[in-house]
């Protein structure tokens, strides 16, 4: 429990070297997610200009290869590589391998995004931009300095974020619109309920003994930037406007 390992390290060490320490540890989570939102969406921004163009309306040859060719397979799912070689590796990795593999998935991110701001105009992608960045600010700041235990909800926002997983491969292949607003609905709860949690959950990370900072840092703004990331999509899915 969260507050169990702050009581027991705080037993140990100065009340100001504790705060000190965590607030450092803090910054440096939300130094990276921030880094890594950043070189998301530069080269999302960016591949889109490549892959299309926006003055006819029209694909470019570099735009059918990663959107149209077996090439996109890979695209979509090289992510998931990423987070599983993270999260499997990260005991065994040095802490510089842990965030050159970090900065490399947040790369990847932004080429796999590249295609909304295709789909939605810049001015929604931007406005919801605004509005994920607002809301998922309120949410952490609660998880951080909240008294109450939110452990509690790991196993609800599990299976939720399980039930929208399986929603959205169905929905592949049904299509149904009614169905893709249901799991956007609910999935922005989820996300939003996982940014507080996973806040309260990467402090108390920080007092489960020392040591391994740089590394629970770098764990910890995955989950957050995870988070971030997921909750813009599925906004973005409810709010954005369509070229």
Known sequence: MAYDYEKNVRSQASISEIDLGLKAYMNKVYSFMAFGLALTGALAHLTSSLAFDFSTNTMTSFGAAIYTSPLAFIIMLSPLAFIIALNFGVAKMKE???????????AVMGVSLSSIFIQYTGESVARVFFITAGAF?????????TKKDLSGWGSFLFIGLIGI???????????????????????????AGLTAYDTQRIKAMYYDGYGQEGKKAIMGALSLYLNFINLFIMLIQLFGQRR
């Open 96 to 106: 510089s391998t842990l965030q050159i593999l970090f900065w490399a998935f947040a």
């Open 137 to 145: 600010g309120g949410l952490s700041l609660y998880g951080y300095t």
């Open 165 to 191: 997983l399986l929603a959205s491969i169905v929905n592949m292949f049904m299509q149904s619109t009614g169905l893709q607003f249901a799991i956007s609905a609910i999935g922005v709860l989820v996300f």
